[in-house]
């Protein structure tokens, strides 16, 4: 607990962390948007800017319909937003950086007001929709590769004439590209010195060249979205880094559609300049999994819903 405001009510300083696709699930929201006025009043206005009830797609599914690209990355980023507007208005709270994985990103500038809730909305909506079509334009998957280290993964991905997609924490790096590629890297994974390598069920290649034109398309989006710099220090994923303009915030948004998620990099950067509170706010534990992995040293509370977002007020006033 650091700092005081001028009710003399301690202010928490954490670094705010959004997961990336792949964490939905159907029902995230909804009990959010029942119990809490600022998150219904949020997400009512994200149903009007996309002008569809996203939320009903949130709160009932079907599985199908929310795991849909263009539908599962604005859930996220709405889901996530709603959180920390949320906690927000409990716990005195001031990031001190914010980080978030793929799409994440995304929801992370908005989180610390480099564009609006509903420009970004409406932004990862398209970005959503330009990823479905590229997947859909040619056939393409992933994998993860389990044990090995960052040299391996990347001689192996050579060989393959496939990507690296995701750094995401030591011993766990996901590759990506041509089905023929990525099945001769999982079938070459042992002898690379992999313990496990493993195919996802995935619509396509994320983060590699086969998302080329969803880039392109994305690309002049961003820059017609009004922004200003982040009131926090922002990561980007493609670089490991805060963003340092609103040119390089376009720029990195776009990079990142083809180029690898260096999560790792990005995290280890935070803990080493002293960070050792980080809050990940959206469905699941998966970026306090890849943290135990990264450093033991800091404390990561994941909220997801009313009762871990209640439990999470209850151990920040605590601290």
């Known amino acids: 607990m ?27 929201g909804k009990d959010l948007y029942d119990t809490y006025p600022a998150a219904r009043e949020m997400m009512d206005k994200a149903d009007a800017a996309l002008g569809y009830s996203l939320t009903d797609i949130m709160f009932n599914g079907p599985d199908a319909e929310l795991t849909r690209t263009c539908n599962c990355q604005p859930a996220l980023y709405l889901h996530g937003l709603a959180l920390y507007e949320v906690l927000r208005s409990k716990v005195e709270i001031e990031a001190v950086a914010a980080a978030g994985l793929s799409l994440g990103e995304f929801t992370a500038h908005a989180a610390a007001g480099t564009f609006s809730m509903e420009e970004g909305l409406k932004l990862v909506q398209k970005r959503g929709a330009y990823m479905e079509e590229a997947c859909q334009a040619a056939p393409s998957t992933m994998a993860a590769m389990i044990g090995g280290n960052d040299e391996a993964v990347e001689k192996l991905a050579a060989e393959c004439d496939i990507d690296v997609a995701n750094f995401n924490c030591p011993g766990q790096t996901v590759v990506s590209g041509s089905v023929e590629g990525v099945d001769k890297a999982v079938a070459g994974a042992k002898a690379a010195g992999f313990k496990l390598a493993k195919k996802l069920n995935v619509a396509g290649a994320y983060h590699s060249r086969f998302m080329k034109s969803a880039q ?23 670089q490991a880094r805060p963003v340092t303009s609103t040119d390089d915030v376009r720029a990195m948004l776009g990079a990142q559609v083809c ?35 990264i450093s033991k040293e800091v404390t990561v509370i994941s909220i997801e819903d009313v009762a871990s977002l209640e439990a999470a007020v209850e151990a920040l006033n605590a601290l």
């Open 2 to 28: 650091q700092g005081a405001n001028l009710l003399n009510i301690p202010i928490m300083k954490a670094v705010i962390l959004f997961p990336g696709q792949g964490a939905q699930k159907v029902g995230m």
């Open 216 to 238: 392109e398309k994305l690309l002049p989006e961003l820059q017609a979205v009004p922004m200003q710099m982040p009131a926090c220090p922002v990561y980007c994923n493609f």
């Open 259 to 293: 180029g690898s998620v260096r999560w790792a990099a990005s995290m280890q950067d935070l803990v080493a300049q002293g960070h050792t509170l980080f809050i990940e706010m959206g469905p699941g534990k998966t970026l306090a999994g890849m943290m135990a992995r």
